[in-house]
Nanobody, 124 residues
Framework: QVQLVESGGGLVQAGGSLRLSCAAS????????MGWFRQAPGKEREFVAV????????DYADSVKGRFTISRDNAKNTVYLQMNSLKPEDTAVYYC?????????????????WGQGTQVTVSS
C-alpha cells in the first residue's frame, strides 16, 4: 500500500501562488506516475496534471496549462504542484493520486492510490 498526504493548501487572492506537496509513504514509490486532481463544490472531480516517474513526461488540463507546474523529487517521495496566477475558478479540494504504471493518465479509474485532499480557496 502507498499512503499519500497532501499539504500546502490555503486561502489566496486571485493572481497569487501556492505550492502543493504530496508526500508518499508505504511501499516503494518507484515506477509510479503521479497526478493531481481537483473537485470544486457541486462538481465532479477533474484531472489537473500528471507526471511520469522520471519527470520526463507531463500533461496538463487546458484550464491550468501555462499557470501550473507539476514536478517530483523521488529521493523525497514527494510530488509538487506549483500554482501561479490563481483564479477564483481554481477553488477546489486538490487530490494527489498515484498510478502503479509508469505512464501518465487522465482518468480517475486509472489511479490506484489517493490522498485525502487539501483545500485551495482563491478569493476575487
Amino acid at each position: 500500500q502507498v499512503q499519500l498526504v497532501e499539504s500546502g493548501g490555503g486561502l489566496v487572492q486571485a493572481g497569487g501562488s501556492l505550492r502543493l506537496s504530496c508526500a508518499a509513504s508505504g511501499r516503494t514509490f518507484g515506477g509510479y506516475a503521479m497526478g493531481w486532481f481537483r473537485q470544486a463544490p457541486g462538481k465532479e472531480r477533474e484531472f489537473v496534471a500528471v507526471i511520469s516517474w522520471s519527470g520526463g513526461i507531463t500533461d496538463y488540463a487546458d484550464s491550468v496549462k501555462g499557470r501550473f507546474t507539476i514536478s517530483r523529487d523521488n529521493a523525497k517521495n514527494t510530488v509538487y504542484l506549483q500554482m501561479n496566477s490563481l483564479k477564483p475558478e481554481d477553488t477546489a479540494v486538490y487530490y494527489c493520486a498515484g498510478r502503479s504504471v509508469n505512464y501518465p493518465a487522465r482518468k480517475e479509474y486509472e489511479y490506484d492510490y489517493w490522498g485525502q485532499g487539501t483545500q485551495v480557496t482563491v478569493s476575487s
